[in-house]
């Protein structure tokens, strides 16, 4: 599990497995953020932006590939490591992910770059181009939650209640008493929603020692996110139409309900869109097929 509408366990795993060979990070300020990153070959940027609870090192296994034709740059986003702990803002969401990464992008001269980015991450991508659509040669996303939609779908609203009432708000209040609280919440509240990809239930306490630590590491995020005002910003039916860049639309055959019905909405939304749903993948398609996100995105790349 791991993201909120979340990238846990299988990516914290993943990584957890790929920390040799990493290059160390650089890092640049914006915003006041200090946003750690790795940058390897040459030529037009593909920014990777991980989903919750992850950071840079979870696109180590891409990397290679990807900077044979790009200059290829992953980045951890401003609450997660290894960045400097500050004090949470009130009103972190996504926008404000969003215009860190805008400012990036500028700051290292990449514009205009391809974006991928996964759950939370790919939300980020998508407001991105919805704010700074100069910034942004396209766009492959996995599966972003933009959860204000649903209340507003048919057969939404009881995914939405569900989200909050086993994961949003038991992961707030775990916060409150600590950050192996919150995440414990979080990733047993996701495992209560069916989010493992096996037939285990996914609980924190079931996770492997490395894991768990890898979680914990990324904790500030989500501690930043439940304190938040508005964790889940609005995105406008209209500002999604009006996005020019040419997405794709990754999807997980065996993801949530939630996230299908969100990925839909977009299919329907974006003008310029392809959409490719992985059989037997779920939110966790990029550790489950690593091959065929990474072909379908270069050779959408390709085109663009």
């Not at 942004?136 to 599966?143: A, D, F, K, M, P």
């Not at 992961?171 to 989010?195: Q, T």
């Amino acid at each position: 599990m791991k993201r909120l509408t979340i990238c846990l366990a299988l990516w914290a795993a993943l990584f957890a497995q790929n920390t040799t060979a990493q290059t160390s990070p650089k890092k640049v300020r914006v915003n006041g953020a200090e946003l750690h990153y790795v940058d390897q070959g040459k030529g037009v940027a593909v920014i990777f932006v991980h989903g919750g609870l992850d950071d840079y090192r979870v696109w180590q296994p891409q990397m290679e590939a990807f900077s044979q034709r790009y200059r290829t740059l992953a980045y951890s986003r401003r609450y997660n490591y290894p960045n400097s702990r500050v004090a949470p803002r009130t009103d972190y969401s996504a926008v404000v992910d969003a215009d860190d990464l805008a400012a990036l992008i500028r700051k290292l001269k990449l514009a205009p770059a391809h974006i991928v980015g996964v759950s939370y991450g790919a939300y980020v991508a998508l407001l991105l181009a919805a704010r700074h659509p100069e910034l942004v040669r396209s766009l492959v996303l996995s599966e972003p939650p933009v959860l204000q939609w649903l209340p507003e779908m048919e057969g939404g609203k009881p995914l939405f209640t569900e989200f909050m009432a086993k994961v949003w708000e038991p992961a707030a209040r775990g916060f409150r008493v600590g950050d192996e609280a919150g995440v414990k919440a979080a990733v047993d509240g996701f495992g209560e929603l069916g989010y493992s990809g096996t037939d285990q239930k996914m609980t924190f306490a079931t996770l492997p020692p490395e894991v768990r630590s890898a979680l914990l590491e990324n904790a500030p995020e989500w501690r930043a996110l439940t304190m938040s005002k508005d964790a889940f910003p609005a995105l406008p039916l209209e500002a999604v139409r009006r996005i020019k860049a040419p997405t794709l639309l990754l999807s997980g055959q065996r993801s949530l309900t939630l996230h299908g019905m969100i990925d839909s909405q977009l299919e329907r939304l974006l003008p310029r869109k392809e959409r490719i749903i992985l059989a037997n993948a779920t939110h966790e398609m990029w550790n489950e097929y690593p091959e065929e996100c990474r072909r379908a995105a270069l050779v959408f790349f390709a085109k663009h």
